[in-house]
C-alpha cells in the first residue's frame, strides 16, 4: 500500500470536499459572469412579472437571445392572494411569480437583470436600455410589460388596505367578501355603474360619493330602489387591521362598519420610456397596442397591466405569451 504524507492527504481531502459544492456555486457564478459580459441581446423585457416572464418563457422556447430587467416591484405585492387564474386559483402572487421565474431561468437563452430601466434609446440597429447602475444593453426588439401605478387618494389607511380589502375588481376579489357590509367609493355615472357590478355579489351595499352627490336623479332612484344606499358624507379615515376594512370615519366623527369597498384608482405608467420613444397612448393613459401588442414604434411591443383596464393575472400571462410569440415570429420572417 502506497502511504502519503499528511500535508497531501489534506490537500487532496479539500479538494475532494469542495468537488462537492463548487460546481453548483461556479455554475451560478459563470452564469452571472456570463450575463453582465453580454451586451447585446435579441428582445430586451423590461418588466419580469407575470406579463414579462410569460413573454420569455415564449421567446426562451423559440431559441431567442432575451434579457429581463426587474427591480422586483410589482404593483400587486400587496394583495394577499391571487384568483380567477385557472390552476393557480388562491396562490399569493409571489408563489406564482416565483415559480413563473424558475421556470423562465431553464432556458438557456434567458438573462435576468436585477435593476431598473431608466432610459432607452434608438439606435441604427435597434434600441438601447439604460438601467440605473448606468449599464447600457442593446436589443434589436423591445417588450415592456413594466405596468402601472395606482396613485392613492389623501385618504387616511386607504394605500394600506389597497388590493387587501379595498379592490379594484369583483372578478379577482369579490368571491372572497360575497354577501359582506361592502362599499363603493365614487360619484357620478362611475359610482352608478360600479354599485349595478357589485350588487351581484352582495346585497349589503353603500355607495359613498365622499362629498355631494353627482349622480341624475333617475340613477338616484334607481339605486335606492334596490336598497343601495348612498352616503354624501366626506371620509376622513380607513380604520383597518393590518389592510382588512373594519369601518369607515367621516369627517363629522361619525363612522360605519365596511368590511370591503370597491375603488378606481387613477394610475400614471410605471415607466415612460415606451412613451418618450414614440409609443402612441391612448385617451386613459395606457399603451397603445394591437392585438398582436404592437405599439405605433415598430420593434416595440407592450404587454401587461401597461396596456389595458383588465388587470388580472391571468389576462396579463396571456398578453405576455402573445407579445413573445408575435416578436419572435416577427424577427424569423425579418432575418429569413
Not at 9 to 27: D, M
Not at 134 to 161: H, N, Q, R, V
Request: with cysteine; proline share 2%; charged share 20%.
Amino acid at each position: 500500500m502506497t502511504s502519503i504524507s499528511r500535508r497531501k492527504f489534506a490537500r487532496i481531502s479539500s479538494i475532494a470536499s469542495l468537488s462537492l459544492i463548487l460546481p453548483f456555486n461556479l455554475k451560478a457564478f459563470l452564469k452571472y459572469k456570463h450575463m453582465t459580459d453580454i451586451k447585446h441581446f435579441d428582445i430586451i423585457i423590461v418588466g419580469g412579472s407575470y406579463s414579462g416572464l410569460a413573454a420569455g418563457m415564449a421567446l426562451g422556447r423559440a431559441l431567442k437571445k432575451v434579457l429581463i430587467i426587474d427591480n422586483g416591484q410589482p404593483c400587486n405585492r400587496q394583495t394577499p392572494t391571487s384568483h380567477n387564474f385557472i390552476t393557480q386559483d388562491g396562490k399569493t402572487p409571489k408563489e406564482i411569480a416565483t415559480l413563473a421565474k424558475h421556470q423562465v431561468e431553464q432556458y438557456d437563452t434567458i438573462r435576468f437583470f436585477n435593476g431598473l430601466a431608466i432610459k432607452g434609446a434608438k439606435t441604427n440597429n435597434g434600441f438601447e436600455i439604460q438601467v440605473s447602475s448606468g449599464e447600457i444593453f442593446f436589443a434589436k426588439k423591445l417588450i415592456f410589460a413594466t405596468g402601472i401605478k395606482d396613485i392613492m387618494p389623501s385618504i387616511e389607511g386607504y394605500a394600506e388596505c389597497w388590493g387587501i380589502s379595498v379592490l379594484h375588481c369583483p372578478y379577482c376579489h369579490g368571491y372572497e367578501v360575497k354577501g359582506g357590509k361592502t362599499g363603493i367609493l365614487g360619484n357620478g355615472n362611475f359610482g352608478f355603474e360600479f354599485s349595478v357590478l357589485i350588487l351581484n355579489w352582495t346585497k349589503d351595499l353603500t355607495l359613498f360619493t365622499d362629498g355631494k352627490s353627482v349622480l341624475t336623479s333617475e340613477q338616484t332612484v334607481k339605486l335606492q330602489s334596490h336598497n343601495i344606499k348612498i352616503i354624501e358624507k366626506v371620509i376622513e379615515k380607513l380604520e383597518h387591521k393590518c389592510g382588512y376594512l373594519e369601518s369607515i370615519r367621516f369627517k363629522d366623527g361619525s363612522t360605519l362598519p365596511v368590511r370591503a369597498m370597491y375603488a378606481h384608482s387613477e394610475f400614471k405608467q410605471n415607466c415612460m420610456i415606451p412613451k418618450d420613444l414614440g409609443c402612441e397612448l391612448t385617451e386613459e393613459g395606457y399603451i397603445k397596442v394591437d392585438n398582436l401588442q404592437k405599439t405605433s414604434i415598430h420593434g416595440i411591443f407592450a404587454c401587461g397591466d401597461n396596456t389595458t383596464r383588465m388587470r388580472t393575472v391571468a389576462n396579463s400571462t396571456a398578453m405576455g405569451t402573445t407579445a413573445g410569440i408575435a416578436i419572435s415570429k416577427e424577427m424569423i420572417f425579418e432575418d429569413f
